[in-house]
């Protein structure tokens, strides 16, 4: 039961354009939706988030869009960056009171080509 | 450094022998979690404690794993009887616990191969 996914499993821009990453989601009690990159070798690192209450949020080359009606978030990355190129993983919260449970997508792969 | 550390980076070992794990969470961390991430798929939650109480388990964790926190600092994972199916990363996060907002630092993992 996938309740997080992430269509593509890889995605590759040319440097300076735009990446838009997408996401859907099954499960109407998830409350916040975040995005983390990872490296190989590396653990994930949180990039951004959005709440369930917003539509958007943007935090410098990176936004995120949420549309609850049709259950899909995305990432917005302008302009790319070589330094972008890495997993992104969309990961979603249902707030049960205590904890941070995360439900993760299976990755996007990005590679941004010079 | 203080971001999460864990301990081994790679640990190799043959079926039906036991493994320990260990995080050093951030220092002020209170809420640790443990996450298995298999190729090719998104990590997926174990367990979490917060302070020394493990407060959740996923059933994914078979009685074969047990986690620890025993002062609310440090984390042991802890798989007996390891099986081919085992053999994934094992991933360590720890959080402030902040309400919505909260965020989790995961660490670089422990990568399992059972042969």
């Known amino acids: 039961d996938q309740q997080v996914k992430q269509n593509s499993p890889s995605l590759s821009v040319q440097e300076g354009r735009i990446s838009i990453l997408n996401c859907d989601y099954t499960?109407?009690?998830?409350?916040?939706f975040l995005w983390y990159k990872k490296y190989p070798a590396e653990g994930p690192t949180f990039l951004i988030s959005?709440?369930?209450?917003?539509d958007k949020n943007e935090d410098g080359r990176f936004t995120v869009f949420l549309n609850k009606s049709a259950k899909h978030l995305s990432l917005h990355i302008v302009p790319s960056q070589p330094g972008d190129s890495a997993v992104y993983f969309c990961?979603?919260?249902?707030?049960?009171?205590?904890?941070?449970?995360?439900?993760f997508g299976t990755g996007t792969q990005l590679k941004v080509e010079l | 450094d203080t971001g999460v550390s864990q301990d081994p980076r790679h640990k190799i070992t043959k079926r039906g022998q036991n493994v320990t794990f260990r995080c050093d969470p951030i220092s002020e961390h209170n809420r640790l979690y443990w996450y298995r991430q298999t190729l090719g798929q998104g990590p997926e939650f174990l367990t979490y404690f917060q302070n020394e109480a493990q407060l959740e388990k996923s059933r994914l964790l078979s009685d074969r794993f047990s986690a620890e926190r025993p002062k609310g600092s440090f984390s042991t994972l802890e798989i007996q009887r390891t099986e081919q199916g085992d053999s994934a990363m094992y991933l360590c996060?720890?959080?402030?616990?902040?309400?919505?907002?909260?965020?989790?630092?995961f660490g670089s993992g422990t990568q399992l191969s059972v042969l």
């Open positions: 996060a720890s959080s402030l616990a902040a309400g919505a907002n909260e965020k989790l630092f």
């Open positions: 959005i709440s369930s209450i917003k």
């Open positions: 499960n109407s009690m998830f409350d916040y």
């Open positions: 990961a979603a919260r249902g707030f049960t009171g205590g904890g941070n449970k995360l439900t």
